[in-house]
């Protein structure tokens, strides 16, 4: 108990020192790969560094002079190694032909690794942290040739807010961002402000959001960047509040409603709000993320959509940075055609063929176009198929459940919904049964697990947050050993 006790106080100390900016690092520029042709190596005299920080870069072998520049920020207890070996961008790097500059903070900066994203004398235009990645921006354009009107930035938590301090200051040096479980620029200019930033909304208008990009470069008019922000619905480490606070901030830069274009569903439980430009092409893209806690997505895998590897702070549900790179136009297509392209039909004659105490069996028509088929049950994904039909199991005997069925491209699009049916399982009627805890005990009671350091329910999967005695939820079992997110109400 002892022992589960100090790593419950270890992820609280965490969570605080995001904040607090304490002095401690896991010894991150210790033993650091060297240079290489292909692979991560430290690149040094790029500047005066003013913000102490140390360059690292990923080139693939054979990099034609011209191509884009993508600079990635790690997020606190993370380094420059962990980014390059998780994040997915070196893969991406391989595909499509970029080079990535992996900015990495050192144990004199900040207490954890985090990037000082909350303080104006490192991350504004000109000084600090700010000034040294720009720095290493010029140093990498003149190394390998990068066009440098394709130079991008993105990050999770710490190096996100970071990312779009950068954006603000910078946004004559970069075209696009993409911040990943972050906060709104220059939402913090003083260290004890940063906490309110992460825990709450600030109850600013578009407007005077707007206003604190406006003022990190006063007298730039545009163009401004293409910004993607990704958050979890489920993020208790960086509220889910900024990230709309972002959106709100983004679209007034741009001078465009808080109202989206369009919207659509993506792997991993994932919707996608897009913000056309007058012109009618993506200028800010907002991907929530259903359950996610707090991290940076990936999916690991071989499949076109597939980049990254699952860890601590990097959860397996999708790859943000792959469609981040098709929102940037990495891939050659120009950028912005994941956002309101061309949705596969609606599955047609979803019926069910069968049932028992525990499953239910679908079938389905084919769709043309489709690799894949996601299954929802009540609204949420349950499953997926690569055929046209799929038995779902663990369920409540003697319960009714509704389902339908959407197609997946091979981008990993998924399409429109199918009509919805109906199917009732036989046997007795399960009791649900519901318990209010912290997550620590949940896992002790065999009703959660733990992994990577958050709490995940049992049978639904579904991110519970840190795994500490701080975070409290309460889940319902639906039907034996099935245990679902139940804060909003739990009726028995």
């Keep these: 108990m002892a022992r589960h006790t100090s790593r419950a106080g270890r992820i609280g100390r965490w969570a605080k020192a995001l904040v607090a900016g304490a002095v401690l690092t896991a010894g991150m520029l210790a033993g650091a790969p060297q240079a290489s042709a292909a692979g991560l190596g430290q690149v040094t005299g790029f500047g005066s560094n003013p913000g102490n920080l140390a360059?690292?870069?990923?080139?693939?072998?054979?990099?034609?002079?011209?191509?884009p520049l993508v600079v990635a920020l790690h997020g606190c207890v993370q380094s420059a190694t962990d980014y390059y070996n998780n994040s997915g961008w070196a893969q991406l790097a391989d595909r499509w032909g970029f080079a990535v500059v992996f900015p990495q903070t050192g144990a004199t900066n900040n207490a954890l690794s985090c990037f000082s994203w909350f303080d104006s004398s490192k991350d504004t235009r000109g000084r600090g942290e700010a000034l040294s990645v720009k720095q290493m921006v010029d140093k990498a354009v003149a190394l390998y040739g990068s066009d440098p009107s394709r130079v991008y930035v993105t990050g999770l938590s710490a190096g996100a807010g970071m990312a779009a301090d950068l954006l603000a200051?910078?946004?004559?040096?970069?075209?696009g961002g993409s911040i990943a479980s972050g906060l709104p620029a220059q939402c913090a200019t003083v260290q004890s402000a940063a906490s309110g930033c992460q825990n709450s909304g600030q109850n600013l208008t578009p407007a005077q959001w707007g206003d604190k990009v406006r003022a990190s470069n006063p007298g730039w008019t545009g163009p401004w960047p293409r910004v993607a922000i990704w958050h979890g619905s489920s993020d208790t480490t960086v509220a889910p509040v900024n990230a709309t606070e972002l959106r709100d901030q983004w679209t007034n830069v741009w001078g465009i409603p808080q109202t989206a274009s369009a919207t659509r569903s993506l792997p991993g439980s994932t919707t996608l709000s897009v913000y056309n430009d007058s012109a009618g092409r993506p200028a800010v893209q907002l991907y929530s993320v259903?359950?996610?806690?707090?991290?940076?997505?990936?999916?690991?895998?071989?499949?076109?959509?597939n980049c990254g590897q699952a860890g601590a702070y990097f959860l397996n549900t999708i790859c943000s940075s792959y469609w981040t790179g098709l929102f940037w136009g990495l891939d050659g297509s120009g950028g912005g055609?994941?956002?309101?392209?061309?949705?596969?039909?609606?599955?047609?004659?979803?019926?069910?063929?069968?049932?028992?105490?525990?499953?239910?069996?679908?079938?389905?028509?084919a769709v043309a176009g489709a690799a894949s088929y996601t299954v929802y049950r009540g609204g949420a994904q349950?499953?997926?198929?690569?055929?046209?039909?799929?038995?779902?199991?663990?369920?409540g005997a003697g319960t009714g459940y509704t389902y339908t069925v959407a197609a997946v491209d091979a981008n990993g699009a998924v399409g429109k919904t199918s009509s919805a049916v109906t199917a009732t399982t036989t046997g007795s009627v399960f009791t649900p049964k519901c318990?209010?805890?912290?997550?620590?005990n949940q896992v002790a009671a065999g009703r959660a697990h733990q992994s990577g350091g958050y709490a995940y329910a049992n049978g639904s999967n579904q991110n519970m947050g840190l795994w500490n005695l701080f975070v409290?939820?309460?889940?319902?079992?639906?039907?034996?050993?099935?245990?679902?997110?139940?804060?909003?109400?739990c009726a028995a």
């Design 382 to 395: 349950v499953g997926a198929a690569t055929g046209t039909a799929y038995t779902d199991s663990g369920l």
């Design 290 to 305: 259903s359950g996610m806690g707090h991290g940076l997505p990936v999916s690991p895998g071989s499949g076109t959509a």
């Design 472 to 489: 409290v939820h309460t889940l319902k079992e639906t039907s034996a050993g099935f245990f679902v997110l139940a804060d909003s109400g």
């Design 435 to 440: 318990w209010t805890d912290n997550n620590y």
């Design 55 to 67: 360059m690292y870069s990923y080139v693939p072998s054979g990099l034609a002079t011209g191509r």
């Design 337 to 365: 055609d994941n956002g309101g392209g061309t949705q596969l039909p609606a599955p047609g004659g979803l019926a069910v063929t069968g049932t028992t105490d525990t499953t239910v069996s679908l079938s389905w028509s």
């Design 169 to 175: 200051d910078y946004p004559d040096v970069f075209a």
